[in-house]
């Protein structure tokens, strides 16, 4: 996920379907990983990323928490605009998802039986 991040700038759910794209397998085979045991999660999900220039140098990144976990949480927006585009990309009818969720977040209680409408919106 870290080459489709650093090829593409986003991870959807498009790039697991089909033939790899080349420049991201490209990518992949430059990126080595190693164990962080003294990283705290799964308290936390930090990240280090270490870059080597080619000038030799190398650039160190650490993030002590990552975006979308419980202590730096997605707003709703971002939430609900990730599962619509997410049902878009597996042919999900924009008023079939729009209607689920609206049931699920705008309602004291949730009327889950809408969740039936997303199955046969399907293409």
């Known amino acids: 996920m870290l080459a489709l991040q650093v090829v593409r700038g986003a991870v959807v759910l498009d790039d697991f379907v089909g033939v790899p794209d080349p420049a991201v397998l ?17 308290a936390v999900f930090p990240a280090a990323i270490e870059v080597e220039l080619t000038d030799g140098t190398t650039e160190t ?3 002590d ?6 202590r730096r949480p997605w707003d ?9 585009d997410n049902c878009a990309r597996v042919g999900v009818e924009s008023t079939a998802a729009e209607k689920f969720s609206d ?7 949730p009327d889950l ?3 039936r409408s997303l199955v046969g919106a399907t293409g």
């Open 26 to 42: 490209a990518m992949a085979a430059r990126i080595d990983w190693e164990p962080w045991p003294e990283s705290s999660y799964p």
């Open 113 to 115: 039986s809408t969740l």
């Open 103 to 109: 049931a699920l977040i705008g309602a004291a209680h």
């Open 65 to 70: 928490d990552v975006d979308g976990s419980a």
């Open 61 to 63: 990144l650490r993030i």
């Open 76 to 84: 709703a927006a971002r939430v609900i605009g990730k599962f619509l």
